[in-house]
């Protein structure tokens, strides 16, 4: 199978993903016979992402079974899409956003070429000369990809975001996660003595109270939580004190029980969302397992910092979080059409 892999390289979420695929390169699809492998060599990084720099990398590709965009996304109303600018500003105005709405004024311009200008100047904030490139480059790529997997937040959760992407870019099928993702650094401390790792795990269990909290409790079960996993597989369950979830082992779940465990919590909403992540493992010879397990298969990892990919469930699912090798990562990826 031949998969391009196209990242927004400006911000901190795709850097991290970039050195997630760059180790771990692997990406489950909607469904097992969908999923993913390629070469992190030929991954394209793209510093000020725009949508004109997205279709350049589009159609400068062999054709490809499968596209994975990561880029950002939101489902806010009529900024519903896409999280990038259409290309450069026209006359130092700030380029409108590749929502779908933008992407359905590019479309009708096809209809009607005469409102290029217009489209261009006064509702995309780009030159008429930007505006011609997207439309050419649109047309080049159109049937030729069958697949196209954005890694971007929210973007797979309402259908008809999902069916103006796969239309804009003339893909078989659109695919993307229903919620927010994350990608993020994991420096697991290691070497414990067996005193010491248990006084972790008694500290660090259950939510962990970040600042953005003080004062107040954490909407449970919903967009932002805290949360605590083990190497077992969790159910997770309300919090006494209100902030997030406990995690619940399920027993018998997971090799080896209570020797990898990995907590993540909200750090920052503003200016935008972030994430920090502890973790700790009895030795470095039980953190391999947890990846094999929940990250990649085979995944030759020999120690050291390494990264995960998430997506946020809020209660969807029976846990907070699902990871790539989790049978629920599958649906929490929206398709278009239903596949």
């Not at 103006?164 to 078989?172: D, K, M, P, S």
């Not at 420096?187 to 259950?206: A, L, M, Y």
């Not at 094999?292 to 085979?298: A, G, S, T």
């Not at 090798?325 to 398709?335: A, F, K, N």
Request: net charge negative; glycine share 8%; hydrophobic share 40%.
């Amino acid at each position: 199978m031949a998969v391009r892999v196209i990242i927004d390289y400006s911000a901190p979420a795709g850097r991290n993903g970039d050195a997630y695929y760059r180790m771990f390169p692997r990406e489950p699809s909607v469904k097992p016979e969908w999923d993913m492998q390629f070469d992190p060599d030929e991954i394209v990084r793209i510093e000020g992402m725009t949508l004109l720099k997205l279709l350049e990398a589009m159609a400068a590709a062999p054709v490809p079974d499968a596209v994975v965009v990561l880029t950002h996304g939101t489902v806010e109303g009529e900024n519903d899409g896409m999280v990038m600018p259409i290309g450069s500003g026209f006359r130092g105005q700030r380029a409108a956003s590749a929502t779908n709405a933008a992407l359905q004024a590019i479309t009708d311009c096809e209809r009607n070429l005469n409102t290029v200008k217009d489209v261009a100047e006064q509702v995309l904030k780009v030159s008429k000369a930007t505006l011609e490139s997207i439309l050419s480059l649109r047309r080049e790529i159109q049937g030729r990809i069958e697949r196209l997997e954005f890694r971007a937040c929210n973007l797979g959760k309402l259908d008809y975001v999902l069916a103006g992407l796969r239309e804009f870019f003339g893909a078989g099928y659109a695919l993307a996660p229903r919620n927010f993702m994350l990608y993020s650094r994991v420096d697991p401390v290691v070497g414990f003595q067996e005193s010491t790792f248990q006084q972790w795990v008694e500290i660090n269990q259950g939510p962990a109270v970040s600042a953005i909290y003080e004062g107040s409790d954490a909407p449970a079960g919903r967009r932002f939580q805290d949360t605590f996993l083990s190497t077992e597989i969790c159910n997770t369950a309300p919090d006494p004190s209100g902030r997030g979830e406990l995690c619940v082992p399920v027993s018998g779940s997971g090799p080896p029980a209570d020797s990898f465990f990995l907590k993540i919590w909200e750090a920052a909403r503003e200016p935008r969302q972030e994430w920090e992540i502890s973790a700790a493992a009895r030795s470095s010879a039980d953190v391999r397992p947890w990846i094999d397990q929940n990250i990649c298969p085979e995944s030759g990892y020999s120690g050291g910092p390494f990264y995960i990919e998430a997506i946020w469930t809020s209660g969807v699912l029976d846990r907070p979080y699902v990871l790539p090798m989790d049978p629920g990562y599958r649906e929490m990826i929206g398709c278009s059409p239903y596949a």
